[in-house]
Structures are given as structure tokens and as C-alpha cells.
């Protein structure tokens, strides 16, 4: 059901860029977040359903004798009290069925008695009527709210629809239908393998079941797994967790073998190397038809309208107890688009920024979809999974001000085949298109001519601050070895070169500067100048006259930081930097008066022989910049200096004359 990391890796090279737009709020598409930085944050609007279980033997419930509640900005599911179940609804559907990023802070802590049950995230259509799903809740003690909870001689029945008819019917006390949970279980009941472990449980159409040994089971972790982690994760230690979860839109074309998987789990990944805990090829429109799943589940589809469902957290309590509580929410759906190349700019739109990726002009890309799918989450998270540079050059992410002040890491999937899961690496090709780079020594090679894949993030409202450097990280998905790619920055865009290193997951990341410019500053190579100008000559020019300073700019051959050498071949996106040698620019001025003013070396500038002004692009990283001088400079001899993002001086002597 699960399989390894590095057989679903995406790859493809890459450029980055940032750059900050102002987007009115208005524009923010319907169900397009959930974004809670606190639970009581405005638009956090919630529904509550709880109950405590009056008299056990009989199964009396009590539906109003605890309720969950928000208190201090925080969510409190159960309290630190027995028999108690409660479950929280927020109140507007989401579209779940072609993605979405997940991530919340949860925290559990047992004062008295044993710990249990534990808490769930769930998604759920349990009725068309809105008000009868929002008040949809499960089972006591082992059902941790969503499930039946099990009661003998109905324990280990194999086929789930046999727990809603006598002797197994438990009332109230039955499951929630359509739904799929993903349980953070800390009590160990007979179906348990260990009292702290993940599942993701769905009975399909049928009353949800906890129970690890029915049909109802998708995945969990093995025995004892949380505490053979290198830093073992407790979650019922009281301290705050940190989970993410990713879910890729679904296909069944997964080999059943070793399935593909699109759902992954994630808990504090920045402890143990950023790898999820919990993976699984999961179809959450029709949870009971995905491969592996024994026959037993209610098969069908279970989404509203087969892509929307309602989203919130459940627990409960029995005879152990605990307080279950979260700290904070977001919910963000993914965005998928076919993936068009041959220099076509394809937007993928989020509330808070536009993530644009761009294949080269010579680069065609067919029959293939992307998929983008955004994690919001807080800084603190983000900056320990990233905090991997040494002491000295400690990045903190960057901030989204539309995503509540926290940051974001992007999770880039592609289908090659329309039919074929995201992020799939199995034939009929890798995931996402590849670009070899350019290589400037074989002209007539098959590399493409221009630089490698470009992504730029447009962030809405949004400005760098000032005294770092942002910076595009990429990691492998389900690791924390990030790499910096899209080197050189000014204070509102950043660009750069070509990497082999772009893997699928992107985040943005602020460094700061190193004796005032970027630790990663891009030392570009400069061919020139070239005829007509000459260097180290003294050049002789009419005043008013215009002088072309001809040159040619390549990336550096630096495969640590991904650059293949190549030629820089567009500089549309330049703009005048906030300061010198921060990324491929020009700027041209007079620096000084000439040392020597002798006429015996002079070369002398063809007069007017240009047709424009201003830079030209004239392909394969050769730039002309024409510049028509003033008549002012006559009998005067000038070095004149060309910055363009190298960090070192290209300057030209020219003497003029009437």
C-alpha cells in the first residue's frame, strides 16, 4: 500500500524568481483556504458536537453535558475527563477531490488517569443537509469520535455494514458514513498493534470503523514505529506537534504492486529528516475501490458533487482520558492545470501569491498536467526544517501577509498521462519534463537554447524586508536536504540560473546578507567588451554620437549551486537594483577621467551606425547597449563602467571630441 520516497520523486531543473504584487482581497476565490493562525482567527467559523456518555452500561448519552469550545485561540476537543466524545466542523465544504495541503498543531496532555483515545482529522459528506453534517460525530473512547465504537460480540466482524444492524447497533454511538479519518491514536485496544500510531480508516459509504483489523483500514504506521524514530514522537507528551498533510489528486493507474502513493502524513517533520510518517494510494471520493482494500467497504462515491466534503477534527475519551486540543489550523486545495512549454507562463492562483512556471521557448511539453499544492504554516515550523546551512547562514521562510504571516511550502507533482496519479514516476516517463540545459560548446547538440525552467512566485501584498536575501529552496520530497536554486536578488525580484536540482518541494527563504549582498551571490561570467569598444585602448567617439558596448553574459559553470554555464538569454525581468552586483543587470556610468589622454592607441567609434537606443538582446547571451552620448562630454576623456551583476568593473576609456 505505501511505497518508497525516491520511487515518486518528481524532477526537473529550474530558475526562481520572487516578486510582490498587491491583490485586492476580494478577488480570493470561494472555499479557496481555511486559515486559521489561531482557531478563533476571524473566518475560522466553526460548528460544534459533543456529548458524554451518562451511564456506560447502557449507553446514555448526554448530548449537551460537554461541548468543544474555542478558548484563548485554541480548540478544545475533550477534556481531561472520561467519557467524553467531541468533534468541530468548519462550517463551508471544501474541495478536497483534486488536492490540498494540510497543516495543524495539536497537543495532548493526560493530568489524571491513563491516556487515551486520541484526536482525527476527517473529511466528511455524511448528509446533504448541511445542518445534519455538521453535527456528525462517531464512537466514545476507541472511536475517537468519528468510529463505531466497538462493542462484544461485535469486535473483529469483517465486514463493516455489520456493525449498523443488531446485535452490533450502537446507536449514537455508531460511526460517521462517508468519511475517511486519519486517526493520532494513543490507546492501545485489541485491534492496536501500539497505543501511539497513524491509520487512515474509511468504510466508504458505511459507518466508519477504528478498528485496525476490519476491511476499513487504508494504511498505519508499524508496530512501535513513532518510537524508533531517531527523535521518538510521543503524542500524548503534552508538548505541541506539528503535522502536515498532502494529498495529490487520484488515479488508479498506480501499479497495485507498489502503489504510488498521493497521501502522505507528516509529524514535526523537522525533527527526523522531513520524512512522513504515513503514505498511502488513497482515493478519497471512493476511499473502498483504492488498491489493497479487502471487500467489506461501502464502495461508492462519498464526496458531494465528487469533489467537496466537510473538513474538522474529532476525539474522544473512555475510560482513559486526556485533553485534546489544537493550536491552529489551514486547509489549502491544490491547483491543477495542463502543463503547456514552449514559453508559455502557466499561473497557478492562490489566495495569497501566484505561482508561475515557465518552460524555454524551444522546450514543447505535452500530455501532461501539474499539480501545486501549497502547505501554510507557521515560520517556526518551516525555519527548523530548513535550518541546515551552519551556524552563521541561518535562513528563516519567507512570510506570505495573505496567509496570515506564515509561510508556505509548495509540493510540485505532474501527470505525464491524463489518466495517470500526480506525482507518478512509472512509465510511460518521469513525472514532470526535464530540460538538459544549454551548452554553449555544442551548438548543434539537442540542448535547448535558452535557460531551464523558470518559476517565479508573485506574492500578494507582500514585501521583502530589508536585510535578507529571499532565496528559492528545493528538497526531495519527504526529506529536509534542502538546496538553494534561482540565485541573485534585488529588494522586489530575484532571478537566476539553471539547476539539475529542482526536486518537489519548493519553499522561499530569507538569508541574510553576508558584507551586504547575498551568501549565494552569483559571480556571472563577462565576455568584453567587443568591437567597437575596446579595452584597455583609449577610445576616441564624437560627443552626441552613439557608441555600442557589446558584450556577452553567461551563468558560472558552479554545479554545487546548480549552473550549467550557460548563456544568460532573457533579462526582461531585470529591473533597476536597489544595490550594485545583486543579479544580471546593466547599468552604465561615467566613474572617472581618463589617466592617460595620449592619441597614439586611440581606437576610433563609427559614428552613428545604430538604429536604437538602449539595451538589445541579441540572442545566446549577447547583449548591445547603445548609448547615445551627451554633446556635453566634448574634449573630454572618461572612463565609463558597466555593472552587470558580476561584481567586478568592465570599464572603457573614451576621449571626445566636437
Not at 306 to 327: C, D, K, M, P, W
Not at 337 to 362: E, I, K, W
Not at 637 to 655: K, L, S, T
Request: hydrophobic share 35%.
Amino acid at each position: 500500500m505505501n511505497c518508497s520516497t525516491s520511487s515518486c520523486v518528481p524532477r526537473f531543473l529550474a530558475v526562481a524568481a520572487i516578486a510582490m504584487l498587491v491583490v485586492a482581497l476580494f478577488t480570493m476565490p470561494a472555499h479557496a483556504q481555511i486559515l486559521c493562525t489561531t482557531m478563533s482567527a476571524p473566518g475560522c467559523t466553526l460548528s460544534f458536537v459533543g456529548g458524554v456518555l451518562d451511564n456506560p452500561s447502557a449507553g446514555e448519552i448526554n448530548p449537551t453535558a460537554w461541548v468543544p469550545l474555542v478558548s484563548g485561540g485554541v480548540l478544545e476537543l475533550t477534556q481531561n475527563a472520561p467519557n467524553e466524545r467531541g468533534a468541530a466542523w468548519f462550517n463551508t465544504p471544501q474541495q478536497v477531490e483534486g488536492g490540498f495541503g494540510v497543516e495543524f498543531q495539536f497537543q495532548i496532555t493526560t493530568t489524571v488517569g491513563s491516556v487515551g483515545d486520541g484526536l482525527a482529522f476527517v473529511i466528511q459528506n455524511s448528509s446533504s443537509t448541511p445542518s445534519v453534517a455538521l453535527a456528525a460525530i462517531g464512537g466514545f473512547g476507541g472511536g475517537i469520535g468519528y468510529g463505531t465504537r466497538e462493542f462484544d460480540p461485535c469486535s473483529g466482524v469483517t465486514t463493516a455494514a455489520t456493525y449498523s444492524v443488531p446485535p452490533c447497533a450502537a446507536g449514537t454511538d455508531l460511526g460517521i458514513p462517508n468519511s475517511v479519518a486519519i486517526e493520532f491514536d494513543t490507546f492501545a485496544n485489541s485491534y492496536d498493534l501500539d497505543p501511539d500510531h497513524v491509520a487512515i480508516q474509511s468504510c466508504g459509504t458505511v459507518n466508519n470503523l477504528p478498528d485496525h483489523s476490519s476491511p476499513c483500514l487504508i494504511a498505519r504506521t508499524g508496530a512501535n514505529f513513532l518510537d524508533s524514530l531517531v527523535n521518538p514522537i510521543v503524542l500524548s507528551d503534552g508538548l505541541m506537534h506539528y503535522v502536515q498533510i498532502v494529498y495529490l489528486p487520484y488515479s488508479a493507474t498506480c501499479p497495485t504492486a507498489n502503489p504510488c502513493p498521493n497521501l502522505s502524513v507528516y509529524i514535526d517533520p523537522a525533527l527526523n529528516g522531513g520524512a512522513p510518517v504515513l503514505q498511502a494510494h488513497v482515493d478519497l471520493n471512493n476511499p473502498c475501490a483504492a488498491a489493497a482494500v479487502p471487500s467489506g467497504c461501502g464502495s461508492g462515491p462519498i464526496l458531494s458533487g465528487n469533489t467537496a466534503a466537510y473538513v474538522g477534527f474529532t476525539a474522544a475519551t473512555r475510560g482513559a482520558q486526556s485533553e485534546h486540543l489544537i493550536q491552529s489550523f489551514t486547509f489549502t486545495p491544490s491547483v491543477t492545470r495542463p502543463l503547456q512549454g514552449s514559453g508559455v507562463t502557466n499561473s497557478f492562483v492562490f489566495p495569497f501569491a501566484t505561482y508561475n512556471v515557465t518552460y524555454p521557448a524551444d522546450v514543447p511539453v505535452t500530455n501532461t498536467t501539474m499539480t501545486i499544492t501549497p502547505t501554510v504554516l507557521p515560520p517556526a515550523d518551516c525555519n527548523k526544517r530548513i535550518n541546515i546551512f551552519g551556524e552563521g547562514n541561518v535562513p528563516t521562510c519567507t512570510t506570505f501577509p495573505l496567509a496570515g504571516s506564515d509561510a508556505v511550502i509548495f509540493d510540485v507533482a505532474c501527470a505525464v498521462a491524463a489518466n495517470q496519479t500526480q506525482g507518478d514516476t512509472t512509465p510511460p516517463g518521469l513525472a514532470c519534463p526535464t530540460t538538459t540545459g544549454f551548452n554553449p560548446l555544442q551548438p548543434t547538440s539537442t540542448f535547448h537554447s535558452n535557460e531551464d525552467i523558470s518559476n517565479i512566485v508573485n506574492i500578494n501584498n507582500g514585501t521583502i524586508p530589508a536585510g535578507v536575501a529571499p532565496q528559492f529552496l528545493t528538497a526531495t520530497e519527504g526529506t529536509n536536504a534542502w538546496v538553494p536554486i534561482g540565485v541573485g536578488f534585488s529588494t522586489d525580484l530575484t532571478k537566476g540560473g539553471g539547476t539539475n536540482n529542482y526536486q518537489s518541494q519548493m519553499v522561499l527563504a530569507d538569508f541574510p546578507l553576508v558584507g551586504g549582498t547575498s551568501p549565494f551571490l552569483v559571480q556571472y561570467q563577462f565576455n568584453g567588451f567587443t568591437s567597437p569598444v575596446n579595452q584597455p585602448a583609449i577610445n576616441s567617439a564624437q560627443a552626441g554620437q552613439t557608441i555600442p558596448f557589446k558584450w556577452q553574459l553567461l551563468y558560472p559553470s558552479n554545479a554545487a549551486l546548480g549552473f550549467n554555464g550557460g548563456p544568460v538569454t532573457n533579462l526582461s525581468l531585470v529591473v533597476p537594483p536597489a544595490a550594485p552586483t545583486t543579479f544580471p543587470f546593466l547599468t552604465l556610468d561615467i566613474v572617472g577621467e581618463c589617466t592617460n589622454t595620449s592619441s597614439s592607441s586611440d581606437t576610433s567609434v563609427p559614428v552613428d551606425t545604430e538604429s536604437q537606443n538602449g539595451l538589445v538582446n541579441q540572442g545566446n547571451g549577447f547583449y548591445q547597449y547603445n548609448w547615445q552620448t551627451p554633446k556635453t562630454l566634448a574634449n573630454q576623456c572618461v572612463i565609463v563602467d558597466a555593472e552587470v551583476g558580476d561584481g567586478q568593473p568592465h570599464e572603457a576609456n573614451i576621449q571626445f571630441h566636437k
